[in-house]
């Protein structure tokens, strides 16, 4: 008898998540096919390119990096022997403030010392390393806690030492709030809190855990690798298609078809007419837009939970400026903040009217200044990424036509050119440098409808879901598909969240989701990454004697005071015994 045939599985979209996903899956042994409706693959993590010039259309920085490498190591590869070279970021960004002062963050420990002490002096660095212990604590916690696990049910969360470790995360407290204590200074509390950008979220709304993004910068520094960030899922492609994945690009799904009872997935509806079968459906295209346009809609369930999910919390949008320029800016470094000097409303403008600030806050990225190769000879290429509001409705059924109390679309075409000057004229006034515009020979631009449209992001929301306390964990939308069988998610959207490293791990999750239930051995549970991370050397007998860690003792002073407690608690004891014995013999 030969081998039984291998479980087919489809996989829609080659971002990030589909691409770990599909080759996960096909190591252990599945037979996977990539469908990506781009001529493309990496999705946001692509890249664009003209005339010599290079951008990164997504991610230009990575975090994180662990995660990266246990995602190539339980491949049975490395990023380096896959080709991928990491460079690291001297200085993490640069600060620009409107009064002309800036602030470079660093993992160089003594620039950090000297400029926190020049803004709030000795008192203020001592208050910088307890905000660093505690961001440190909400790293550890989260990456050993959340993004190692899955959560399929509320009542995980109740978990008595689930809940310990929660509190330490300090969910209910924003960025803002937390950052405060630490930092008494409005400088260096913009300073700190800014990142939330990442999440597409406000520092005065994002949970406190999220310090732990500038704590890994700070601590693991910014890397960025040569070639332009795709080139990390390019490798892990290549690593995929060596394993058997199949790639089909300019292949756009129409619908994912089920059996006669509306719930279990038996493959996809191409828009070709094509049809394509499958025991397992895997969705890397944008969670909220899949459940309202490529679910079928036949049950009331789907439809009332595609509404649900439009309704949820979104992350902002961004008019991101891709520009050619016919000379160098040395002003600027790889990666530069321009913070508004009306700091709150900045972030008002973006979450609660859904638009483009009076004063936008905003990232320069000079790709060339790390990877001369992202531009030609004595040019640069630079990236400008503006956060906005996104769109009011959702591609797809049931548009609500309000966000909040904003009820009318932007005019986005204007809030694209208000942009554009904003930025030519911060980046001009702050840094000293030429004006840039004589400089562009070619602009390219990424608005919320080309996000929507490009890549099918709801509302053109470029982080997914909002990552606001409830819609997170087991409130996120499930790995395993809500009303179907045989469906998964992986990306931005479902559990854990948003973020290239993050999705790697949502990756690894919804693999081994899926392998559970098939059944199946998990290939990369046979060793462990630790060997190559950071949970120290191994303590057992074969430990050497300078390896062998030994936890400080009470001092001799604390052990004479518990030696006379103990003796004095003794003697307390056996003096109340004999009182009591003689008491009874008076009696």
Not at 447 to 458: A, I
Not at 459 to 473: D, P, Q, T, Y
Request: aromatic share 10%; net charge positive.
């Amino acid at each position: 008898m030969g081998n039984p045939p291998r479980k087919k599985v489809i996989v829609i979209g080659a971002g990030a998540g589909g691409i770990a996903t599909a080759a996960r899956l096909a190591k252990a042994g599945l037979s996977v096919t990539v469908l990506e409706k781009n001529s493309f693959t990496g999705g946001r993590c692509s890249l664009i390119t003209h005339d010599g010039h290079r951008f990164d259309q997504g991610p230009s920085l990575l975090l994180l990096p662990k995660l990266f490498r246990e995602a190539f190591f339980d491949l049975d590869t490395t990023l380096e022997a896959e080709g991928v070279e990491l460079l690291r970021c001297p200085t993490n960004y640069k600060v620009w403030f409107e009064d002309g002062e800036s602030f470079e963050l660093t993992t160089d420990l003594a620039r950090m010392k000297a400029q926190v002490e020049r803004w709030e002096g000795k008192d203020g660095f001592a208050r910088y390393l307890s905000w660093l212990q505690e961001a440190h604590a909400h790293y550890e916690l989260s990456v050993s806690k959340v993004l190692s696990r899955n959560f399929t049910s509320i009542w995980q969360l109740a978990a008595p030492k689930f809940v310990l470790a929660g509190l330490k995360l300090h969910p209910l407290h924003t960025i803002w709030g937390r950052a405060s204590r630490y930092f008494w200074s409005e400088r260096l509390r913009r300073v700190f809190t800014f990142a939330t950008m990442y999440m597409g979220m406000s520092p005065f709304n994002a949970p406190a855990t999220y310090s732990l993004l500038q704590y890994t910068e700070l601590a693991e520094g910014i890397w960025y690798p040569r070639g332009g960030f795709q080139t990390v899922l390019a490798a892990l492609q290549g690593v995929g298609e060596r394993l058997g994945v199949q790639y089909r690009l300019n292949t756009a799904v129409e619908q994912i078809l089920t059996q006669s009872d509306g719930k279990t997935v038996r493959g996809v509806l191409l828009e070709s007419g094509e049809k394509l079968e499958a025991d397992i459906v895997v969705v890397n295209a944008d969670l909220v837009y899949a459940y309202s346009n490529i679910f079928p809609q036949t049950r009331q369930q789907v439809q009332n939970y595609g509404q649900s999910l439009r309704q949820k919390e979104g992350s902002c949008s961004s008019i991101s400026f891709y520009w050619s320029l016919s000379r160098k800016v040395p002003e600027l470094q790889t990666h530069n903040i321009f913070l508004a000097d009306e700091y709150q409303d900045s972030f008002d403008a973006i979450f609660d009217r859904q638009t483009l600030p009076t004063e936008p806050s905003f990232y320069v990225n000079v790709p060339s200044r790390i990877d001369p190769s992202a531009a030609p000879p004595g040019r640069d290429s630079i990236i400008a990424l503006v956060p906005v509001g996104h769109l009011l409705n959702s591609k797809g059924f049931g548009a609500t036509g309000q966000v909040g109390n904003v009820t009318e679309e932007q005019d986005w075409p204007a809030l694209v050119a208000r942009a554009r000057k904003a930025v030519l004229s911060t980046v001009a006034a702050r840094t000293g440098c030429a004006l840039l515009e004589p400089s562009i020979t070619h602009e390219l631009v990424n608005d919320p409808s080309v996000w929507e449209t490009k890549f099918n992001l709801d509302k053109g929301s470029i982080l997914g879901l909002s990552h606001s306390f409830c819609n997170v964990l087991a409130f996120r939308p499930q790995t395993r598909a809500k009303g179907f069988k045989h469906a998964y998610f992986v990306g931005a959207s479902t559990h854990p969240g948003t973020g290239v490293p993050i999705v790697l791990a949502g990756s690894k999750i919804t693999s081994e989701q899926i392998l559970d239930d098939l059944r199946m051995v998990i290939p990369w549970k046979k060793r462990s990454f630790d060997r190559f991370s950071d949970q120290g050397v191994p303590q057992n007998t074969k430990t050497g004697k300078l390896d062998r860690l030994h936890a400080p003792g009470l001092s001799l002073f604390w052990k004479l005071m518990f030696l006379l407690g103990s003796l004095a608690v003794g003697w307390y004891i056996d003096a109340f015994l004999k009182l009591t014995e003689t008491g009874r013999r008076e009696l």
